[in-house]
């Protein structure tokens, strides 16, 4: 069975930085584009970041370009999203998410983490 788990959530100040994991199984990695969503509450769930299967074409919407980078390490079933530059906007449950293409859509993805919280504040 597919597995994807995210970790390295937490709390940060305004302008600091934190580096998000995901770890994956149960499927062929390098087959998969991967992607990185968030949600607040009460709000649509959004892209910030995708990547293609080996890792040479990410993509970004406008409002994260560059603060986020993703990357990926196909060797260890992982892809990362580094954030720096934080905002108290970018508070936010983040989701990991495995899909057939890179593309900036939730409906796009299969596969999905159980999300890691990110907590931008003073």
């Given at each position: 069975q597919v597995q994807v788990v995210e970790s390295g959530g937490g709390l940060v100040q305004p302008g600091g930085s934190l580096r998000l994991s995901c770890l994956v199984s149960g499927l062929t990695f390098d087959d998969y584009a991967m992607a990185w969503f968030r949600q607040i509450p009460g709000k649509e769930r959004e892209a910030v970041s995708s990547i293609n299967w080996s890792g040479s074409t990410p993509y970004y919407p406008s409002f994260v370009k560059g603060r986020f980078t993703i990357s990926r390490d196909n060797a260890k079933n992982t892809v990362y999203l580094q954030m720096?530059?934080?905002k108290?906007?970018?508070t936010a449950m983040y989701y990991c998410a495995a899909g057939p293409h890179p593309i900036l859509d939730t409906h796009g993805y299969r596969y999905?983490?159980?999300g890691t919280q990110v907590t931008v504040s003073s």
């Open positions: 720096d530059s934080l108290p906007e970018d999905w983490g159980q």
